[in-house]
């Protein structure tokens, strides 16, 4: 038979090993395979007795009851704030004391005092092993529970206080199976008719989250059903290293309602629960939670704005976006760094390390670049290299940048992959000399265009010609007679005080079988500010023609658009 990796959980239904047995035999077996509950804390079917020493370790034991029963832990807010302040506190502690983490009480006992509020590395954890005689097997009750003196200075531990001791009843095959922790804590050279005591040393708001664990570990269920209840056996499986109660946690988890509060806590769990592959997908439906929730983030500023590092990294990795431009979302970047990191160290730290790099700077446009590489709140090469990037990509030709964004978007920053902007991005050639002009390129999907049906439209991002903003739009409208639905574009100047432009312009689109640009329509126009002017049928067909199946104007799937214009003198 294969030999199964220590690091395996041998009665994970992911990672057990199935005999011969047809498909249908498998299927109908019972939930109840490979439940071990009988056996828990049952001393014929144990090989050794574990006591759980519980400390009051100077914290409340008001999060004893993990699972809101009784304890003060009523709303996931709660429990965040409390696992925060055991946290600190035990910091304080282990600070003050300076203590081990480690110690043995003679004969044939090891103590392991194990914080799973902590969040220690337990790979570095050794275990210290005694080679003499074992002392005869305590005999105990079912429930496990005995008083212990107060003044016997082996229970102490600095300022810490046993509160009692819970002996229970263990099969280490049971739980090394289930753990690679118990594996490693069992197979550390202890000789089998030796020590069979191990004692662990916990503190209070931690008993409830450990018994459900070790109850887990032998029936695969657990009793708890809130998510406070279910963080804290998240938590000791993770310490213990419990891969299938992690995964049984997150999936609990996972099917309950989300909200703002709960998704955001999922993503700031300690980093060694985050990096496990059993809890990944309760971090990924929280940021997919967080991304929906807040997809327009002009609606939800404010909000967003309060938002902790992580979830603002959940929103600005979302692709559906709902912003005006990438420029929109460099602007409320820098807007959120300054509100939450008044000092330029840490906010370049934290703009250079994190939220740079979920900015796509090949999006934004030229004029915005240009006040990217003077901004001090980036550091300045990195500002550097991200403007050069950008110019970079908006000079390949279409289809490359197809390319790069394909190859990007199994990347996690997607810098190359379009959102779904409020406002189209435009390419724009400038010329100088021998006229001031400029010509712009829009391209238009036909889901983009499908959606402008019956009086919709779309505008492109800003442009810039003689020091005045312009914009494209593209219509669905009436044709004059109002007779048919059509297709139409204009150009539009941005209101800027009370200057009048003459400008003469062009539209061309591409087409079949040339799938060159042929001119459609050409004007002149002396704009003011918020005037538009365009051609409200620009293919002189009508919509159902423009948009049917064997339309000339879509070329794989995209409408290629051009203006022109130039300033006239």
């Not at 089998?192 to 916990?202: F, G, M, Y």
């Not at 980093?271 to 592959?277: D, G, H, N, Q, T």
């Amino acid at each position: 038979m294969k030999k199964e990796s220590k690091n395996t959980d041998l009665f994970d239904p992911r990672t057990t090993i199935m005999d011969s047995s047809s498909a249908s035999d498998v299927n109908n077996r019972s939930n109840t395979d490979g439940d071990f509950g009988f056996a828990f804390n049952d001393s014929n079917f144990s090989d050794r007795i574990l006591k759980i020493e519980i400390m009051a370790s100077g914290l409340s034991d008001g999060g004893s009851k993990s699972d809101g029963e009784g304890g003060t832990c009523t709303s996931l807010a709660d429990w965040a704030r409390n696992r925060k302040r055991r946290r600190e506190d035990i910091k304080k502690d282990q600070t003050k004391n300076n203590s081990a983490t480690e110690f043995s009480l003679g004969g044939d006992e090891q103590i392991l005092n194990l914080n799973v509020n902590d969040v220690p590395d337990l790979d570095g954890v050794a275990y210290d092993n005694q080679d003499e005689e074992a002392v005869a097997m305590i005999e105990e009750s079912h429930s496990g529970d005995e008083a212990v003196p107060s003044n016997d200075s082996s229970w102490s531990m600095d300022c810490s206080t046993v509160l009692r001791v819970k002996t229970m009843h263990i099969s280490s095959p049971i739980l090394a199976a289930k753990s690679p922790f118990f594996y490693k804590l069992f197979s550390n050279g202890m000789r089998e008719s030796e020590q069979r005591h191990v004692t662990l040393r916990i503190n209070a708001s931690e008993e409830a989250a450990l018994m459900d664990l070790l109850n887990f570990m032998y029936s695969n269920t657990l009793s708890v059903t809130t998510a406070t209840g279910l963080l804290d056996v998240l938590m000791a499986a993770d310490k213990f290293e419990v891969a299938s109660c992690m995964r049984y946690c997150s999936r609990l988890l996972r099917n309950m309602p989300m909200t703002p509060d709960s998704a955001l806590l999922y993503l700031e769990l300690p980093s060694s629960v985050l990096m496990a592959e059993a809890v990944q997908p309760l971090t990924d439906a929280a940021k997919q939670y967080l991304a929906a929730r807040y997809k327009d983030v002009t609606k939800f500023s404010e909000e967003v704005l309060n938002l902790p590092l992580a979830g603002l990294e959940a929103v600005l990795s979302s692709d559906d976006l709902q912003v005006a431009s990438e420029d929109a979302v460099y602007d409320f970047v820098l807007k959120w760094a300054k509100m939450h990191y008044p000092k330029i160290e840490d906010r370049r730290e934290v703009l250079g390390s994190r939220l740079g790099r979920l900015i796509r700077f090949p999006y934004m446009t030229c004029r915005k670049l240009k006040k990217v590489l003077t901004c001090n709140d980036f550091d300045h090469d990195l500002t550097s290299k991200v403007v050069l990037e950008a110019l970079f990509f908006k000079a390949e030709a279409p289809h490359r940048q197809r390319t790069l964004a394909a190859e990007e978007s199994a990347v996690t920053n997607r810098r190359f992959v379009e959102r779904a902007y409020k406002y189209r991005p435009v390419k724009v050639v400038e010329f100088e000399l021998p006229r001031q002009q400029c010509v712009v390129y829009l391209d238009l999907k036909r889901e983009e265009c499908v959606n402008l049906f019956p009086s919709g439209r779309v505008y492109s991002q800003a442009f810039h010609l003689g020091g005045q903003g312009f914009f494209l739009s593209a219509h669905c409208n009436m044709d004059q007679q109002s007779s048919f639905h059509c297709f139409g574009l204009f150009l539009g100047m941005q209101e800027k005080g009370s200057v009048s432009f003459a400008v003469d312009y062009e539209f061309a689109a591409r087409s079949k079988p040339s799938e060159e640009y042929v001119s459609k329509y050409k004007g002149n126009y002396t704009f003011t500010g918020g005037k538009a002017v365009g051609y409200r049928n620009l293919f002189a067909i009508p919509w159902t023609n423009f948009m049917a199946d064997d339309s000339v104007y879509f070329i794989n799937g995209i409408l290629h658009l051009r203006a022109e214009l130039t300033i006239k003198h």
